[in-house]
């Protein structure tokens, strides 16, 4: 069969990685596919020293090869949403199929992207978007497609993970944390999207919308970072048999959809809190298959490379077949898109974490504990520690399964309290049973 | 579209599930394919409790559904050898799709299936013959396309690791637990296929046909059991850091490559050491993507019919898909299969633990380190204890690397030293990093 045609536009990490795996394990991919799949032409401003692309066509001008007729799968690894949105929609114009490793892309222009490649009969492929090399995406839309998913969840930032795990393991500050993070290239100068949240709120909001066939809705994902965690905020949960992992987490409820990230304490038994460092996993649990666990790198070249490579070897083997057959981009039928609603955070309910610091006087347990009553919240368990030579001493308090509402009108009438000093921390908690 | 018709053979625990969410998930399916799944007929010689299968055409001739021709995917869930391939064959050669459960047939039958299936342009789909519900087939040959797989190590059978996790936990003998896990149901009456590795060997055969793009080998798999795992052997294990799992691995070296399934001693630290009971995982190593594993049930009517399921949706999909465009059976195109050798277990190297009864008297120690030292065998690390009003005590000896041939000598010299009580308990180590 004649040799499909690639033309790859950014020459980062990403894009050197996938040159690479494209020429090292050309006969083997080769084997696979049956035919061959050629650089016909890179689209890049440098050359970059970790991949030898001087036999290939490049090109400064991106545009030319979203429409160089010698091209048959458009790869954008530029990254950002201007440049690269105009780059993708040029190339589905021309006729040309699109593999991107652009979560904040797919996330934020997916449904019009995907729209237009419907409208021109292209395919838009985008494993690597979400958890580097684990092929989650096709997990979850092929291999799990007999199943109604109840939740999912996920480490799908491997920086956050990184910072959550040295936390716990040695008892470091998250600033202190952070700065060595930043020091071996794992979080950027600027941090916020990776421990703010919204990398994960990217991926999140694909896994949800493959899971449930409804359409990307960034914008209504909670996000909340992990900048605001204390070691001694992980030093209690290890202390009552918790982790605290960042994760992203939809689940499906009889109201809607809950879509959010923030930092949540687990079961140290769950194989989820055994995933340390820049690791990403993440958990599915359909109504037929029961709890599942997917777990590998989450970024760098090679990994996020083996994805790209698997989505052009995929989009090479349907180039012919009909595209009614094809998988949809989202997993369901884009007529077949539902309306579930995507829930506000006081309808969501879970179990929850709070350290707080009281006045060490008879009474003060009472109240807290009245307040909690009174807001409909029973206690799980309590630790309340003597500190020498202090006035003011810590509260932990875990609680049952409760509505963000009525722990949010207890928390206010808590910190009201005048033996309260300062803000009560609050920590999601979820059994992922 | 016109709906795709199935006909379902065999009505026991995997085709009651298969059915059940057929019928109950319907409606998500449909908006997933895009077209109706309709089961035309049941071929049973019973009805089966845990289904309502009274609305459809059903009829104790298996081979009668097998020639339907209101029948495009012909699923069979009978199970054995002998009918099955049959049954099977007779549905390609009246130009069905195959989907089935059926680890055996596939692993000694599949090379001749497979052909024929190519011959007649018709797909056989097998997910669930490999860890149930886990999409590891669908990973490994389209998730991991990019790779060449360097090592792949499993828990792919769950009565097994039921028994080596309540051995771990619990401190209990191999035979207590067996005894539970036949009354639990995990275990059959007669439970050799599990135990002593059969059912593990049928599955690694199939992964690693399909990691390697080599033909089914079933009869070069080397199969070792757990039924000579004692509670000391678990016991000393977790004090030098290891679980004991009953693993299959397959290892591509220089030479060729190794498939085998034993007792495996494995760090604590590894995840697959945190996978637990009945519950499946599978490790792949890529050379781009780097260590993946991937975790759920491995067996079950719902688990498992989830994995059938999702091939019925796979082969709907590709049934006016151009047949050279299709993902190979076993993930290489059929005509560059290779021959790559597969490897004698005596040249297969590991770490060993050594678990032996000595005499309590001067100079036997350095009698064995002298013949491991003989045979080109360092020692890791050795466990030596006193054992109150008795001459013989226990010696445990973790070893590096070495090759097998170089170990079973040595073991042949240490058994026939005066000073050695019995055999030498030998169980395999591997760092799978």
Redesign the interface.
């Known amino acids: 069969?004649k040799p499909v045609k690639v033309g790859i536009c950014g020459l980062g990490t990403v894009g050197s990685?996938t040159f690479n795996?494209l020429q090292?394990?050309a006969e083997?991919?080769?084997?696979?596919?049956?035919r061959e799949i050629v650089v016909t032409q890179i689209g890049a401003r440098h050359q970059n020293p970790a991949c030898d692309t001087t036999a290939i066509d490049t090109t400064a001008d991106i545009f030319a090869v979203a429409k160089n007729p010698e091209v048959d799968i458009l790869v954008e690894l530029i990254g950002g949403t201007s440049a690269a949105k105009e780059l993708v929609l040029t190339g589905i114009e021309h006729g040309k199929h699109i593999v991107t490793a652009n979560k904040a892309l797919i996330a934020e222009h997916g449904n019009e992207i995907f729209a237009k490649a419907q409208e021109k009969g292209v395919m838009v492929a985008f494993?690597a978007a979400v958890a580097?090399?684990?092929?989650i995406i096709?997990?979850l839309r092929?291999?799990?497609?007999?199943?109604?998913i109840e939740w999912l969840a996920g480490i799908i930032n491997g920086t956050g993970n990184f910072i959550m795990t040295e936390m716990s393991e040695k008892g470091r500050d998250f600033g202190d944390v952070l700065k060595e993070a930043q020091e071996l290239g794992y979080a950027e100068a600027d941090p916020t999207f990776d421990v703010e949240g919204i990398d994960a709120a990217h991926k999140l909001t694909i896994l949800a919308s493959i899971a449930y066939?409804i359409p990307l809705q960034f914008e209504k994902t909670y996000t909340e970072g992990i900048s605001r965690v204390s070691a001694e905020d992980v030093a209690y949960a290890r202390e009552l048999g918790y982790a605290i992992k960042h994760l992203g987490i939809a689940r499906r409820t009889k109201a809607g959809v809950e879509l959010r990230v923030h930092p949540t304490l687990i079961s140290q038994k769950t194989?989820l809190a055994?995933?340390n460092g820049v690791m990403n996993?993440v958990m599915v649990k359909?109504?037929?298959?029961?709890?599942?666990?997917?777990?590998?790198?989450g970024a760098?070249a090679?990994?996020t490379?083996?994805?790209?490579?698997?989505d052009i070897?995929?989009v090479a083997?349907?180039?012919?077949?009909?595209p009614?057959?094809?998988?949809?981009h989202l997993?369901?039928?884009a007529d077949?898109l539902?309306n579930l609603e995507i829930l506000p955070m006081d309808e969501i309910e879970c179990g929850f974490f709070l350290n707080m610091t009281i006045q060490d006087r008879a009474g003060v347990l009472a109240n807290i504990t009245q307040i909690l009553s009174n807001n409909g919240i029973s206690i799980e368990s309590v630790i309340q520690r003597e500190r020498e030579g202090s006035d003011l001493v810590p509260l932990v308090v875990m609680t049952h399964d409760v509505k963000e509402r009525n722990m949010n009108a207890a928390i206010a009438a808590i910190e009201a309290l005048p033996d309260v000093a300062g803000a009560v921390q609050r920590i999601r908690v979820e059994n992922l049973a």
Chains 1, 2 share one sequence.
């Not at 359909?286 to 790198?297: E, F, H």
Request: net charge negative; hydrophobic share 35%.
């Open positions: 069969m990685g795996i090292g394990n083997e991919i080769t084997r696979r596919v049956g494993e580097g090399g684990i092929p096709k997990s092929e291999g799990l497609s007999a199943n109604r066939g194989l055994s995933v996993a359909g109504d037929a298959v029961g709890p599942t666990l997917s777990y590998g790198a760098g090679m990994p490379g083996s994805a790209v490579v698997a070897v995929d083997r349907t180039l012919t077949a009909d009614d057959n094809r998988v949809p997993a369901f039928q077949s539902s």
